[in-house]
């Protein structure tokens, strides 16, 4: 058996013929006719025309192609050999060196051990976690209750929350021990009313800390926003220092 190539006289098609078989079959139009005419229009294709014309497929059950498209006989036979692997599958001997998944298995113990030291990682993480986390919101609010003491009327900041009574509308206190507070203030503030502020602000939070020492006010910075720039207040060993910044220039005070 040879397989050559050949062209359908009904649609054009190319063609893979089986020499032995004086008939061809188009896998494409189902159009039967002889092998030689497919060979000799393959050969000289110039000035064919093509009818293209519809054909039923044949039912006699031979086919005279080298290659069958979406074969029924192959799709039977595919059937009929999964039906085969379902039927038998339960009967394979498994392989008594072989390792498989459900062999491996952790013991109880090891188990337990697990679970028990990751819940005793999470404890202990609240239980570092959750005492700071009261101790600055009571701080904060402690704080906030008593803000007058920093702000009064000659100031222009305005004391007043929102209806929550969560935020306030001319001050932001924040961080582990409230040490950074921002401030809005419609008067234009000089650099000792700013520096004023800051020291009272820390003699405020002093007093609301509960432990020894925190009289220093080293890494406090309060931020107060003017209607012509804002001033940064902060100390080191004692020293108040305050910078003005307006329109992208530094003073320091």
């Known amino acids: 058996m040879a397989i050559i190539q050949g062209m359908c006289r009904n649609c054009g098609s190319l063609l893979m013929l089986d020499d032995r078989d004086d008939k061809c079959e188009c ?4 159009c039967v006719f002889p092998t030689s005419e497919a060979i000799e229009i393959m050969n000289n294709p110039e000035g064919r025309t093509f009818a293209n014309e519809k054909f039923e ?14 074969s029924t006989e192959n799709l039977e036979k595919r059937i009929a050999r999964e039906e085969v692997k379902k039927a ?14 459900s062999d491996v298995k952790a013991p109880k113990g090891l188990v337990a051990g697990m679970l028990g030291g990751s819940a ?15 101790a600055r919101v009571e701080l904060k609010n402690n704080i906030e209750s008593s803000i007058s003491q920093v702000f ?11 209806e929550s009574g969560k935020y306030y509308n001319g001050f932001s206190v ?13 008067e234009n503030l000089t650099y000792d009313q700013a520096e004023d502020l800051y020291v009272s602000y820390c003699d405020l939070r002093a007093q609301s800390i509960d432990r020894a020492g925190i009289n220093s006010n080293d890494g406090v910075v309060m931020k107060i926003y003017c ?15 305050s910078v003005f910044t307006a329109d992208s220039v530094e003073t320091e005070g």
């Open 57 to 70: 497929p044949s039912n006699s059950g031979t086919k005279h192609n080298a290659t069958r498209v979406y």
């Open 152 to 162: 009064d009327s000659d100031s222009g900041v305005d004391i007043t929350s929102d």
């Open 27 to 30: 896998v494409f139009c189902n």
């Open 227 to 241: 209607n012509d720039g804002y001033y940064t207040v902060s100390s080191s060993e004692g020293d108040v220092e």
């Open 120 to 134: 005793l990682v999470v404890a202990l993480i609240l239980a570092l976690y959750i005492p700071k986390y009261n």
């Open 88 to 101: 038998t599958s339960g009967d394979v001997k498994k392989n008594e060196y072989e390792v498989q998944a």
């Open 174 to 186: 924040f961080g582990q021990t409230c040490q950074f507070i921002n401030v809005v203030s419609i």
